[in-house]
């Protein structure tokens, strides 16, 4: 019986990981890949030399370690090499998990909005955490590193990722913001959002939307923030004249703090907010950016 | 190019979760349905792909009966046939599906095999790449961009990853690859009229087995109502420097 | 005299081949027409009392006085007069044999002197007062027919003074010529505007053509509204050839009027000139499929609808624009999938969650929380009043407000009646407007079933845009039920005492919804209910003269180019000096209030049921 956590880096996810995965085993053994991450509290570090990313070949390296329970972040190549690993090892993956005891687990479903407690059948259990679940515990103590060169198939390396394009626009990124303004429908048009862009502008952040928006064509989808769009996790979330569908929500549930502007004060994003202003979006943002400048003038 | 798409029906929640009274599904008497995201967008380019260069599209769903709903629309999106695995409407976990699936999936030989990143539902992330080990084939994930040239698969991430795989492969695509078309009456009328074929596969005992539902809690705290209108200004810049964002 | 009698005879010959082989292109074209979705030819009291009205009496002409009298006179000229044409051909075969009647000479003179004021009073409005109605009209054609018009009755004049047969003959011959040169001008509309008129709707103004998507029918048979010049009904080619472009339409539009692309009248010119130049090459068999949308700006045009009614209004031959603009919509939205990008979600919602907003149809009577509302579930016995609460009101924050006072109000009143709740689906009317047809079709049959299933027999609605669909447009798929407006029941139920409202002295303007006071001329009960709370005061456009709030077709979710046909609204509503702008309809409310909000007004948009509620407080 052995607990295995994969580390991606230093980054708050594979952080997060790592103190689940201390939670469930003491003794807990941690994988990477490339430069060796931090690993308070872990017992051995399996450094594994593979040239960079390739999905099987990860997974690969991860089975041969023989671990019973294999933890991730539930980042994408976190849940992707875990489900490689989950056919090689014969195991059982339940994928953003928040909680495990034994065989029982507790896991996200619907991005976060609806929980599943399940129970895990087999030898090997695989489990992605979800991320910002988890609150990161500091550790004492330094593993020992062994570094090794995993044995791979053929097969292993055909999916590797090549080339990076640069996909920026320049600027933040939605995902990385401190700030997001986001607009739904309630901002009534694509110009309507240049108000948003100015106060997300002058609060370091960046301007994110709904489906609704995306549908209508109003925004790129690059700038949707939700389930099926990018997942978000600012110190401040401002989402404006967005009623808080919960495929929408999924997206947000890691904003630190809320604020909601909305006309409708029964919308149901008013459950989800540390505070609300009640009124017509179009009239208040722009009332606030203009306060904002009166302050620093 | 024969292409085939998985694709799973999904209710549309709205802002809350209601769940029924066994707690073991979400109460969906008065939800519409729809295809989940990813995997409608799934369907859009894999109809974009055989309008370019010739084929045919295949859509296969494992679900209830009224699952033929969300395959009329694919169907109706540009899709030539549909398979509908029937099941009871009961939960399957990913390794049953990802079974089942293979099974209808050997039998069509396809070029490619798409699937959504994850369901919108149950979101187990596992299912595409279940599927493409029992093939055989290679598989990759979270695509933003597809372009399929002389047998060979250049994939694109959110993250700017480029991937090039050789044919047959298996992929999975994030929504925001493309905007699905809206589709036309005379599409619909059609799509009525395409083959629906329906099989029942059996199911061993789930691995990953669902014991209950849970709503998770609120945040427990009312929102602070910081005032009404553009006369809340003063109160959201206040508010903005206590959390040393402005 | 046999001289004569061989030029007449010749003149006539000519003049007849010319003229026919014009009309038998006209009428050929008329023939490749479809049929209209609606019965046009039932209810022959009505139509011909249209006929009486409009035609012999020129009552919607008349709705402008000045150029109503002119034209009454020209176009009661031209009756008077006919009878001058055999006479005068009489006289120019043998002077002798033509009759002279001194009563009709006199007669006739009279309504020549009326036509030729009736000319000078066209030309003065034409040249010195040049109204923007007759931008994009073409002037230069109605030039020449006046002038050809004072030529026709001053040479009748002149042979009536002078008895000389040369006189005559000019007069045969003008006429003659006014004859050839009639079915290729807008002047065609001599023959065809009584026509149109005879075929126009009786009733049930407020209802749309249905479309046929019958499955049976082969998919190259079936009609998905405009596509092709072979698309259009016979009725949509009598209104293009009954256009007269005299614009009054074009004044009347509020897209227009606030700077849009869409004017009414250019619509059904852009749809004549269309059936012009492709018509005849559908007839020949050889017509490449040009689509109708992309003749001028038809397409763009279409899209600025409000669908609220004013150009049919207007219309001095009962044209029906908005026919041919949801019928353009209908092919665009449901053939070729090209329509305002914003829309989209709206049409995806409906179809998948069963309200425009996408919000759950399990929330949907979440407005009548804390209020004593029964919800009726299958089996429960059937109420009095089925409350169409509607979706505007069942999810919209300020709409929300008229169906909580009208639940209380009805409440208060003793009425017994019940609300669908979860079961009450969007009516379809937003798709409908925007040209989805099928998908509203697939909403009226699923409604019908509900409401049949649970035996409802009478509905109140409070949306006028439900109230329309719901009583003029379901019976086409089954469903007969007695319809009213909430303010209509609420009227009377204040009528009867069983509410019993305080006086106010607030000064209240109403605003009159375009569905209910010109589609279903429901006009008086509103004011009713105003003046029982307040003191009521009238903006210039009311009644079946209103001007739209901009919501209607669809615009709710559409964007709008151009200035804000809301705020346009809301200045005339200030300018009353009223406090109060009320209200009958969800839509109007929210418009009204962003119009208020917009253009910085104080100005209070309240729904008459919430300002009856208020009055009525113990």
Same mark, same amino acid.
């Given at each position: 019986m052995s607990t295995l956590v994969l580390l991606e880096g230093a980054d708050d996810l594979s952080l997060q990981a790592l103190t689940f995965a201390r939670r469930l085993d003491t003794a807990v053994d941690a994988i990477a890949f490339g430069e060796p991450p931090p690993a308070p509290g872990v017992r051995t570090l399996h450094v594994a030399e593979v040239d960079g990313y390739a999905p099987q070949a990860w997974a690969?390296?991860?089975?041969?370690?023989? !671990?019973?329970?294999?933890?991730?972040?539930? +980042?994408? =190549? #976190?849940?992707?090499?875990?489900?490689?690993?989950?056919?090689?090892? %014969? #195991?059982?993956?339940?994928?953003?998990?928040?909680?495990?005891?034994?065989?029982?687990?507790? =896991?996200?479903?619907?991005?976060? +909005?609806?929980?599943?407690?399940?129970?895990?059948?087999? %030898?090997?259990?695989?489990?992605?955490?979800?991320?910002? !679940?988890?609150?990161?515990?500091?550790?004492?103590?330094?593993?020992?590193?062994?570094?090794?060169?995993?044995?791979?198939? %053929?097969? %292993?390396?055909?999916? =590797?990722?090549?080339?990076?394009?640069?996909? +920026?626009?320049?600027?933040?990124?939605l995902a990385e913001a401190p700030v997001v303004v986001s607009g739904g429908r309630g901002v009534g048009s694509a110009e309507g959002f240049g108000a948003l862009e100015e106060l997300a502008g002058l609060l370091g952040g960046v301007v994110g939307c709904s489906r609704a928006v995306t549908s209508a064509g109003w925004r790129p989808h690059t700038d949707q923030v939700g389930q099926t769009g990018t997942k978000i996790s600012p110190d401040l979330y401002i989402p404006c004249g967005i009623s808080g569908a919960t495929q929408h929500m999924a997206g947000? $549930?890691?904003? $630190? $703090?809320?604020?909601?502007?909305? +006309?409708?004060?029964?919308?149901?994003?008013?459950?989800?907010?540390?505070?609300?202003?009640?009124?017509?979006? #179009?009239?208040?943002?722009?009332a606030i950016t203009a306060e904002l400048r009166r302050v620093r003038a | 190019m024969k292409l085939v798409v998985c694709v799973k029906r999904v209710p549309l929640t709205g802002g809350k979760m209601v769940l029924t009274a066994d707690q073991r599904a979400i109460e969906t008497r008065h939800l519409g349905f729809t295809v989940s995201p990813h995997e409608e967008c799934g369907v859009e380019e894999a109809v974009r792909i055989v309008e370019a260069q010739g084929g045919e599209v295949v859509v296969v769903t494992l679900g209830p009966p009224e699952a033929e709903e969300q395959l009329r629309e694919m169907l109706a999106l540009g899709a030539d046939r549909a398979i509908l695995l029937e099941t009871d409407g009961s939960e399957w976990d990913p390794e049953a599906t990802a079974a089942a699936l293979t099974e209808v999936i050997e039998g069509e030989a396809p070029d490619l095999v798409i699937f959504g990143n994850e369901s919108a539902d149950s979101g187990g992330y596992q299912v595409g790449i279940r599927v493409a080990h029992a093939l055989g084939r290679p598989v990759v994930t979270g695509l933003k961009a597809l372009a399929l040239e002389d047998g060979v698969l250049r994939g694109q991430q959110e993250t700017g990853d480029v991937y090039r795989v050789p044919l047959p492969a298996v992929v999975s695509v994030k929504e925001g690859i493309n905007l699905p078309r809206y589709p036309s009456v005379p599409a619909k009328l059609r799509a009525r009229k395409k083959p629906?074929?329906?099989?029942?596969?059996? /199911?061993?005992?789930?691995?990953?087995?669902?014991?209950?539902?849970?709503?998770?809690?609120?945040?427990?705290?009312? *929102?602070?109502?910081?005032?009404?209108?553009? *006369? /809340? /200004?003063? *109160?959201?810049?206040?508010?903005l420097q206590r959390l040393g964002v402005a | 005299m046999i001289v004569s009698a061989l030029a007449l005879a010749v003149a006539l010959a000519v003049a007849g081949t010319l003229f026919a082989r014009r009309a038998l292109l006209l009428t050929r074209l008329v023939r490749m027409g479809h049929q209209p979705g609606i019965d046009r030819t039932g209810d022959v009291g009505r139509r011909l009392e249209q006929e009486a009205v409009v035609v012999?009496?020129?009552?919607?002409?008349?709705q402008r006085l000045v150029p109503g009298l002119m034209h009454a006179f020209i176009f009661w000229a031209f009756i008077v007069l006919f009878p001058a044409i055999p006479i005068a051909m009489i006289a120019i075969v043998d002077a002798d044999?033509?009759?002279?009647?001194?009563?009709?000479?006199?007669?006739?003179?009279?309504?020549?002197?009326?036509?030729?004021?009736?000319?000078?009073?066209a030309f003065f409005i034409r040249k010195v007062l040049r109204p923007r109605r007759f931008e994009g009209s073409h002037l230069g054609e109605a030039d020449l027919i006046l002038a050809w018009i004072a030529a026709i009755v001053t040479t009748l004049l002149l042979y009536h003074g002078t008895d000389a047969q040369a006189w005559a003959w000019a007069h045969v011959l003008l006429i003659l010529g006014f004859l050839v040169y009639l079915p290729h001008s807008k002047h065609l509309h001599i023959a065809t505007a009584a026509i149109n008129v005879y075929f126009g709707r009786t009733r049930s103004r407020g209802r749309l053509e249905p479309l046929d998507f019958d499955e049976e029918q082969a998919e190259e048979d079936m009609r998905f509204g405009i596509g092709t010049v072979e698309d259009l009904t016979w009725k949509q080619m009598m209104d293009a050839f009954s256009c007269t472009e005299c614009g009054r339409c074009q004044d009347a539009c509020p897209a227009f009027a606030t700077g849009k692309v869409l004017s009414p009248k250019l619509v059904i010119m852009g749809v004549r000139d269309h059936l012009f130049a492709e018509g005849p090459k559908a007839l020949?068999?050889?017509h490449d499929g040009a689509p109708v949308a992309s003749r001028d700006s038809l397409e763009e045009m279409a899209w600025d609808c409000v669908t609220c009614g004013a150009c049919v209004q207007a219309c001095p031959v009962n044209i029906e624009h908005i026919d041919h603009i949801v019928d353009l919509r209908r092919h665009l939205v449901m053939v070729e999938s090209r329509f305002p990008s914003e829309a989209e979600p709206m049409l995806r919602d409906v179809e998948r969650q069963g309200n425009p907003w996408g919000r759950p149809q399990a929330e949907r009577s979440a407005w009548a929380e804390g209020l004593d509302v029964r919800v009726l579930e299958p089996g429960d016995p059937v109420p009095e009043y089925l409350y169409w609460v509607g979706c505007a009101a069942s999810y919209d924050d300020r709409a929300r407000e008229s169906a909580r006072s009208t639940a209380k109000l009805l409440a208060k009143a003793g009425v017994d009646f019940a609300i669908l709740g979860p079961a009450e689906s969007c009516t379809g009317d937003p798709a409908r407007r925007m040209g989805n047809e099928f998908l509203f079709q697939s909403y009226a049959e699923q409604n019908v079933a509900t409401l049949d299933e649970a035996g409802v027999r009478k509905i109140v609605a409070s949306c006028p845009h439900c109230f329309n669909t719901l009583a003029n447009e379901y019976p086409d798929f089954g469903g007969r039920y007695e319809v009213v407006h909430h303010t209509e029941l609420l009227a009377e139920l204040v009528r009867e005492g069983r509410l019993a409202p305080t006086a106010g002295d607030e000064e209240i303007t109403y605003h009159d919804s375009c569905y209910l006071a010109r589609h279903n001329d429901v006009r008086a009960q509103p004011r009713e209910l105003a003046a029982a709370v307040g003191r009521p005061v009238e903006m210039e456009r009311r009644e079946e003269r209103t001007f739209c709030c901009g919501a209607g077709g669809a615009h709710m979710w559409m964007e709008e180019r151009g200035g804000a046909i809301n705020e346009e609204r809301v200045r005339e509503a200030a300018e009353t000096g009223a406090g109060t702008l009320a209200v009958a309809c969800p839509f109007c409310t929210v418009m009204l209030d962003d119009g208020v909000k917009s253009s910085g007004r104080e100005l209070r948009v309240a729904d008459v049921a919430t300002l009856l509620a208020e009055r009525l407080e113990d």
């Open positions: 690969r390296a991860i089975a041969q370690l023989r !671990a019973t329970t294999i933890v991730a972040p539930g +980042s994408d =190549r #976190g849940n992707e090499v875990l489900a490689h690993a989950a056919v090689m090892l %014969d #195991g059982v993956l339940a994928a953003n998990v928040i909680e495990a005891n034994g065989d029982e687990v507790t =896991r996200q479903r619907w991005g976060g +909005s609806l929980l599943e407690q399940a129970r895990l059948h087999g %030898d090997v259990r695989l489990m992605t955490v979800a991320p910002h !679940a988890v609150a990161v515990e500091p550790a004492e103590g330094e593993p020992a590193v062994e570094r090794f060169t995993p044995q791979l198939h %053929d097969a %292993d390396l055909v999916v =590797r990722a090549g080339e990076r394009v640069d996909t +920026s626009t320049g600027g933040l990124s947000c $549930k890691g904003a $630190k $703090k809320l604020l909601a502007i909305n +006309s409708d004060p029964e919308a149901p994003i008013m459950a989800s907010a540390d505070y609300a202003v009640i009124g017509d979006v #179009g009239e208040i943002v722009p | 629906v074929e329906r099989r029942t596969p059996t /199911a061993g005992p789930p691995r990953l087995e669902m014991v209950r539902l849970v709503v998770p809690e609120g945040r427990g705290k009312q *929102a602070e109502v910081l005032g009404e209108g553009p *006369a /809340a /200004a003063p *109160a959201v810049v206040e508010l | 012999l009496g020129q009552r919607k002409l008349l044999a033509a009759p002279h009647w001194a009563w009709y000479e006199t007669l006739a003179n009279v309504f020549c002197v009326l036509a030729l004021v009736g000319v000078a009073t020949a068999g050889d």
